[in-house]
């Protein structure tokens, strides 16, 4: 089984053990703004993730923090709008959590498989 | 009062003892708000009902303000060198002022670090945080001159104080650089919270 499938409507509080390599990835294909960040993440799991959309913002913080992100105040539709992109740092980061991840992912599958 | 606007009334309020820092959290929130509320009309929902859907679907302010707590109270490096090189500057200008006056040293000195000193006082007081009362921020400005004063009578006591000009070329430097860097500071610190005026402008 795969832990993919395992995510299947997941609620906000699994969720967020897995919000860095989430927003990491979501930020990949080019900048966005809070909500086009959780549209992305609806969209992509296909309307299974179930956390409160405010979530986002401390972790977006965070990984700004960090290196990992970097912003800028934006205009659009008459508003003003943070937008988010990755840093080099923050594409090194996605690799190395997608390879962790990856490796996560078979050991689970070989554990639970073997069953 | 609409929805959103009872909401972002919630953050800000739950944010306030941060100061200024609350603008940016507080902005995005209404940004993504008024941008779900709008694609929930597409959907079909009244106005009120597409604000209410949007507030629900962010989940409640308290848990969003704990949240943002911590981030917000993390210093930028530049803030923690501000802080640093004002604390040193009015140190050296109570030190400056006590040995302009004892050590009889020429008055412009005096009155420029005495100046600069107040300037950099104004500074640090509007880069410290609102939450900080301002009595707070003043004794300990005052006490940093007082210290540096106090430290500057140990000197003169020693016998250590030679009256040589290179150091009151120092006590200038400093000061000028410490007004320089809490400046800077909180230039950045504008330019980095504070939302542009220009519509196009972006910072990538």
Known sequence: ?115 | MTPIDTYLSSVRSLLRHHGPRSTRPVAELEDHLRSSAVQLQKMGLDPVRAEREAVARMGPPQPLATALDPILNQEAPMERIAKLVGALNLFTAGSGAILNVVAGASAHIMVGTVVLAGTVLVGAVAAWRRSTPPIVVLAAALALVALGGAAAMWTLAAGLFRGDPEYWATCLASTYMGQGVVLAALALRRADDAPSADPQASNF
């Open chain 1, 1 to 115: 089984m795969s832990l993919c499938l395992a995510l299947l409507g997941m609620k906000g509080e699994t969720l967020k053990g897995h919000m860095d390599l989430l927003l990491l990835a979501v930020l990949a294909d080019g900048s966005l703004h809070g909500y086009g960040v959780i549209q992305r993440l609806v969209t992509r799991s296909g309307g299974r993730f179930d956390l409160p959309e405010g979530t986002v913002y401390p972790a977006l913080r965070r990984l700004e923090q960090a290196g990992l992100l970097q912003s800028a105040w934006t205009r659009a539709e008459g508003r003003r709008r943070r937008e988010y992109r990755l840093t080099s740092a923050g594409r090194r980061a996605l690799a190395r959590e997608r390879r962790g991840w990856a490796e996560f992912q078979d050991a689970v599958a070989a554990v639970v498989g073997a069953g």
